[in-house]
């Protein structure tokens, strides 16, 4: 039995900051690169029939709870992969909505099931971290990892994308539960995603803060940040990650 190959996508979207004028690069980007699974963080009610459109073919994670369609969500190629379940974990976050979501699938052909997940940790500038500098990321990754660890097997493939909004301590906090960060598996140094071409006023921050970790039978073959740029725009304020992984077989 041959082993699966596949393309994992990561974006924070912004909203719909400057929607008007991303909109054509956002799905231009999605034509051209066609990730087998999105993991997209700061969804929005107006952009989802967008991505609907421009991701013929894929599938959504469809649920009655707001935070699906004003945080986050997982398209998925149908070809390639079933839902078999789904679920939000609340990670005590002061953004009422966002949780981390996670989507578990059936891969066509009888290969392994894969447990996908993305999440937007607490931005640095919320009013209380500015105010008494105490971080909520640290705690709200201390909770992902421990309800990653009673959510997926020990020898089910397993990926948490997203947007980290701190280059040390949520990624640290997953590595102790046995995530791995994407770039440092493939010896490589994790390129800056923040900020992109200069369409925020946030040009005082340069952080590698956009992440896919994994763990698990499956192995890393590559990983870029496109940075891609069409229509005079960025996608976002943030760049993409996007990796390529190969799925073990039984």
Known sequence: MNSPRFSLLSLNLWKTERWADREKTVVSFLKIYEPDICCFQELQPATVPVLD???????????SFRGWKTEG????KNRFFREIEHGAVPLDMPEKDR????????????HRPLFVSTVHFTHQENADEM????SYRHNEAVLAARALADIV??????????????PIHPARILSSAGFSEVFNSL???????FPSQPITDEIFMNEAIDK??????VKPL??????????????????PVMAFFELSAF
């Open 99 to 110: 949780r981390l979501f996670w989507v578990r699938l059936e891969t066509i052909g009888g």
């Open 53 to 63: 459109n421009a991701l013929p073919g894929y599938s959504r994670v469809e649920d």
């Open 222 to 239: 590559l990983a870029a940040v496109p940075r891609y740029y069409a229509h005079g725009f960025p996608l976002s304020d943030h760049w």
């Open 187 to 193: 010896g490589l140094l994790p390129p800056v995603t």
């Open 131 to 134: 105010a008494t500098g105490v």
């Open 153 to 166: 097997p020990k020898d089910e493939a397993a990926f948490v994308a997203g947007d980290f909004n701190d």
């Open 73 to 76: 969500n997982i398209y998925f």
């Open 212 to 217: 896919i970790m994994v763990k698990g039978p």
